[in-house]
Antibody
Framework: EVQLVESGGGLVQPGGSLKLSCAAS????????MHWVRQASGKGLEWVGR??????????AYAASVKGRFTISRDDSKNTAYLQMNSLKTEDTAVYYC????????????WGQGTLVTVSS | SYELTQPPSVSVSPGQTASITCSGD??????ACWYQQKPGQSPVLVIY???KRPSGIPERFSGSNSGNTATLTISGTQAMDEADYYC?????????FGGGTKLTVL
């Protein structure tokens, strides 16, 4: 059974940092591109960014709203993806989901349960 | 930047057909997919590659994509289908979601 479990969310002050983790199981993690998607309360889904597999040079890409502040990484030995968030703003407050892109496809077939990040003083 | 536009809300009576549209420049040239999200839950894929249904998704869910518009159709809508629906596509290396449509079954 495929599982994606996010952790690391919490309350952080504006300008602060937080690192989220996404622990994966039930599939070949090292071969999968992993994405992060967020959702502010009562709002729609917003793509944050992605990291490709080792075969694709661990290439990353980010939404314009987080570029330069957020960094996605992965540790294939731990089957875990990470989202390092720096210089956090109040508008970054959201539930953050990690999700897997089905190999060679243009859709996300599995999603985690999400972790809440609240940026507030 | 690429944008996908959905109607904020759609209402349908039980047993009737609901259609939710998603508009974007030359969207028909891309692969569109759809997610269902119920309150407090993570999104669930209901249509991929424009018109394919994942295992476990009822046959009443169907999709199409042509020109500038992708459409999610729910035939014989049931109360359990009341949810938010999001379209999604890729533009180069960037993932784009539509703003979401709240489907009300009444």
């Amino acid at each position: 059974e495929v599982q994606l479990v996010e952790s690391g969310g919490g309350l952080v002050q504006p300008g602060g940092s937080l690192k989220l983790s996404c622990a994966a199981s039930g599939f070949i993690f090292s071969g999968s591109a992993m994405h992060w998607v967020r959702q502010a309360s009562g709002k729609g889904l917003e793509w944050v960014g992605r990291i490709r597999s080792k075969a694709n040079s661990y290439a990353t890409a980010y939404a314009a709203s987080v570029k330069g502040r957020f960094t996605i990484s992965r540790d294939d030995s731990k089957n875990t993806a990470y989202l390092q968030m720096n210089s956090l703003k109040t508008e970054d407050t959201a539930v953050y989901y990690c999700t897997r892109r089905f190999s060679g496809s243009y859709y996300f077939d599995y999603w985690g349960q999400g972790t809440l990040v609240t940026v507030s003083s | 930047s690429y944008e996908l536009t959905q109607p904020p809300s759609v209402s349908v009576s039980p047993g009737q057909t609901a259609s939710i549209t998603c508009s974007g420049d030359k969207l028909g040239d891309k692969h569109a997919c759809w997610y269902q999200q119920k309150p407090g839950q993570s999104p669930v894929l209901v249509i991929y590659q424009d018109s394919k249904r994942p295992s476990g998704i009822p046959e009443r869910f169907s999709g199409s994509n042509s020109g500038n518009t992708a459409t999610l159709t729910i035939s014989g809508t049931q109360a359990m289908d009341e949810a938010d629906y999001y379209c999604q596509a890729w533009d180069s290396s960037i993932v784009v979601f539509g703003g979401g449509t709240k489907l009300t079954v009444l």
